[in-house]
């Protein structure tokens, strides 16, 4: 079983180095994928076999909604590269860390979670920095709009008391 789970090892990492990070989640990597790793392009099998898993585990990851790969037109799986690193991930919680799959349900809906967060927080520092860029390209517009010919004067103030009569 170690010679197929090592040549799964190779075979996923391959894969996830081709769609733009070997490293899963620290995407060490910062050149462009080589295709899309969400595409939908590896029949149950060699999911299978890039996981390291027997192709009914992967039905009954699917049944219980851990790995929902995409449909081909004849409604048979179709897994992408990142569908087999989620398989990997479960299969590390499961057998190295000892999780259930019920842990493992809750802790992949919490990475989910939290990476929609992070995508929100992207798009808000984006929103936040462009206010910013249009808050001082007013400022300097309005700086450039000063007449500066003009000298401010002073004026003599005098204080009138009002007494009642």
């Known amino acids: ?46 999911a299978a076999e890039l996981a390291g898993m027997h192709p009914q585990t992967l039905r009954a990851y699917d049944r219980l909604g851990l790995v929902t790969p995409g449909r081909s037109a004849g409604r048979g799986r179709r897994y992408s590269t990142r569908d087999v690193r989620l398989l990997r991930q479960v299969q590390r ?40 860029r249009e808050a001082e390209r007013r400022i300097a517009d309005a700086h450039r709009s000063h007449r500066r010919d003009l000298v401010p004067l002073e004026r003599e103030t005098s204080v009138m008391v009002w007494r009642r009569r």
């Open 1 to 46: 079983m170690s010679d197929q789970r090592s040549h799964a090892d190779t075979g996923a990492a391959g894969l996830a180095a081709e769609a733009g990070g070997a490293g899963g989640a620290t995407g060490a990597t910062e050149h462009a994928p080589l295709h899309d790793a969400d595409a939908p392009m590896y029949v149950i099998s060699v």
């Open 93 to 132: 919680l499961s057998q190295d860390e000892g999780v259930n799959l019920e842990g493992i349900r809750r802790i992949l809906a919490l990475q989910d979670q939290v990476s929609a967060l992070q995508q929100r927080m992207r798009e808000l520092q984006a929103d936040l920095d462009a206010s910013r």
